[in-house]
């Protein structure tokens, strides 16, 4: 069975907060419901739309396999289920920065994630960003619910 990083469900609070910048990529600001976690996600919404108010599972897992072995970086094609099956946007990418800031209680991390120029910032409890390594490849799966 896949071990999965991390999954909530998360809630579309805002597009574009600091303006539209690109033709088909709307950047979304979303909040989570199980672990309140903040979300700044770049979204290719020509082939994904996605609205204010709007739900979404979100996914980040080390690779597609079921069976929770490593991801070889090549796509074979054939009828081996995977992950991805259940999920309807993906994006592979790689974990470029882990940040913290604040104190005591009010510590909150950050992870940045690259997926080939679409960026993503998670930012939450530390204890969660503490399943990321820097520089490890991850793949985020979204799903409306």
């Known amino acids: 069975m896949v071990e999965t990083l991390f999954e909530d469900i998360f809630t579309v609070t805002q597009k574009d ?17 199980q672990f ?25 897992a080390s690779t ?18 995977s992950l ?14 882990i940040s913290e800031e604040g104190s005591g209680k009010h510590v909150k991390a950050d992870i940045f994630v690259s997926f080939g120029g679409l960026l993503m910032q998670l930012r939450g409890d530390p204890s969660i960003a503490a399943k990321f390594e820097l520089d490890q490849k ?4 979204l799903r409306k619910v």
């Open 84 to 97: 991805a099956d259940k999920f309807e946007y993906i994006m592979h990418g790689k974990l470029y920065r």
């Open 17 to 33: 907060p600091d303006g539209k910048k690109f033709d088909r990529v709307n950047r979304i600001e979303a909040r989570s419901e």
């Open 36 to 60: 309140d976690m903040y979300m700044l996600l770049d979204v290719n919404t020509e082939i994904y739309p996605m609205r204010v108010k709007e739900k979404f599972m979100m996914v980040l």
């Open 64 to 81: 597609l396999n079921l069976d929770g072995t490593p991801d070889t970086g090549y796509f074979i094609q054939g009828n081996k289920k």
């Open 138 to 141: 991850l793949f985020l799966l």
